[in-house]
């Protein structure tokens, strides 16, 4: 048995496959401040091996009352290089990958494209929101901090299952939210517990124990308290990627938006019965013809349509399929 993680494998329902997962694993740590420290430095202890550490700031004097992987003597080092040396010296198995440059538009696929988790770890709004839409779009669970003032936050985003809610529905205001502790100043263990609480929640994701946390986990140092808000998942943008997802919509909510969709109807004349019409303001469906986007289809039953919905997707055309079809209506 490996020495470092002894302690880890005597948990009561954890086992060597456990740990097997957590060695696999690819972890992404974007920041390697004040969460990251925290948050690294656990996961390795954890037997987590590859680790890749993105930030392209370099250690200062003023960072140090929180950021504990460093010390005065790495003052000017990159904090990536640093924090990956630091886990080394926790973890020898460790195969770290410094990144030092920050997360952009341009890199972010090739750097997280390989990873299975991230824990967001930033101290700025512009980059949460990216790496909000990334994971989203590419079903990678994030797991959320951010430590200001006396206060932390934490929330799973579980994008690799099913998953309503983002960014937005946490914090509709977040365009306007500053989220740096430069300004605001930040009490040092606080990032210190969230990142631990990153690192115990990215555990949990990889090995399956126990629930990911749902909701907002807010913590309050002053009071000494930690509170769960729930989460509303009901933000513009969920809702166009939810509707975006749905193969089929019903025939109230085409009704609603009949002026954005091009109706076609698939049935045929021949087999109408005395008393069918096509749909007013409909086209008739011809195999073959070029479908454009935000096209809706209706058949008989809404099994027709939904085929060939599925088939229209598979080429990237926005498509939905009338529920039911006729039978819905
Ligand atoms: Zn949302």
């Given at each position: 048995?490996?020495?470092?993680?002894?302690?880890?494998?005597?948990?009561?329902?954890?086992?060597?496959?456990?740990?097997?997962?957590?060695?696999?694993s690819?972890?992404?740590?974007?920041?390697?401040?004040?969460?990251?420290?925290?948050?690294?430095?656990?996961?390795?202890?954890?037997?987590?091996?590859?680790?890749q550490?993105?930030?392209?700031?370099?250690?200062?004097?003023?960072?140090?009352?929180r950021?504990?992987?460093?010390?005065?003597?790495?003052?000017?080092?990159?904090?990536?290089?640093?924090?990956?040396?630091?886990?080394?010296?926790?973890?020898?198995?460790?195969?770290?990958?410094?990144?030092?440059?920050?997360?952009?538009?341009?890199?972010?696929?090739?750097?997280?494209?390989?990873?299975?988790?991230?824990?967001?770890?930033?101290?700025?709004?512009?980059?949460?929101?990216?790496?909000?839409?990334?994971?989203?779009k590419?079903?990678?669970?994030?797991?959320?901090?951010?430590?200001?003032?006396?206060?932390?936050?934490?929330?799973?985003?579980?994008?690799?299952?099913?998953?309503?809610?983002?960014?937005?529905?946490?914090?509709?205001?977040?365009?306007?939210?500053?989220?740096?502790?430069?300004?605001l100043?930040?009490l040092?263990?606080?990032?210190?517990?969230?990142?631990?609480?990153?690192?115990?929640?990215?555990?949990?994701l990889?090995?399956?124990?126990g629930?990911?946390?749902?909701?907002?986990?807010?913590?309050?140092?002053?009071?000494?308290?930690?509170?769960?808000?729930?989460?509303?998942?009901?933000?513009?943008?969920?809702?166009?990627?939810?509707?975006?997802?749905?193969?089929?919509?019903?025939?109230?909510?085409?009704?609603?938006?009949?002026?954005?969709?091009?109706?076609?109807?698939?049935?045929?004349?021949?087999?109408?019965?005395?008393d069918?019409?096509?749909?007013?303001?409909?086209?008739?469906?011809?195999?073959?013809?070029?479908?454009?986007?935000?096209?809706?289809?209706?058949?008989?039953?809404?099994?027709?349509?939904?085929?060939?919905?599925?088939?229209?997707?598979?080429?990237?055309?926005?498509?939905?399929?009338?529920?039911?079809?006729?039978?819905?209506?």
């Amino acid at each position: 048995m490996d020495l470092l993680t002894k302690r880890q494998c005597s948990l009561f329902n954890f086992t060597s496959s456990h740990q097997e997962l957590l060695k696999k694993s690819k972890v992404a740590i974007v920041g390697c401040g004040g969460l990251g420290c925290s948050a690294a430095l656990y996961l390795s202890g954890a037997g987590i091996e590859h680790l890749q550490l993105i930030d392209g700031d370099r250690v200062e004097v003023s960072n140090l009352h929180r950021q504990i992987a460093y010390t005065i003597n790495d003052v000017n080092r990159s904090k990536a290089y640093c924090l990956g040396e630091r886990c080394v010296r926790t973890n020898k198995n460790s195969k770290y990958n410094a990144c030092n440059t920050m997360l952009c538009e341009n890199n972010i696929n090739d750097l997280l494209e390989h990873v299975d988790i991230v824990l967001d770890c930033c101290d700025n709004v512009p980059t949460r929101l990216l790496l909000n839409r990334w994971c989203k779009k590419n079903k990678k669970d994030l797991v959320y901090g951010s430590a200001v003032s006396y206060d932390g936050q934490l929330i799973v985003f579980n994008y690799s299952k099913e998953c309503n809610s983002c960014i937005y529905c946490a914090f509709p205001d977040i365009d306007k939210m500053r989220d740096t502790c430069n300004g605001l100043g930040v009490l040092g263990p606080v990032p210190g517990i969230i990142g631990s609480l990153q690192a115990v929640e990215c555990i949990k994701l990889i090995t399956k124990i126990g629930e990911p946390l749902k909701g907002i986990l807010h913590y309050s140092s002053l009071d000494t308290t930690f509170n769960n808000y729930e989460i509303e998942e009901n933000c513009e943008w969920c809702n166009k990627v939810k509707e975006n997802l749905s193969l089929e919509i019903t025939y109230d909510e085409y009704l609603a938006n009949n002026k954005k969709y091009t109706l076609y109807d698939m049935r045929k004349e021949e087999d109408f019965d005395e008393d069918d019409v096509f749909i007013y303001g409909s086209k008739q469906y011809k195999k073959g013809i070029d479908v454009k986007d935000n096209s809706v289809f209706i058949c008989k039953a809404g099994i027709e349509s939904l085929n060939l919905v599925k088939e229209l997707r598979e080429k990237s055309v926005k498509c939905w399929s009338i529920k039911n079809g006729f039978r819905g209506i």
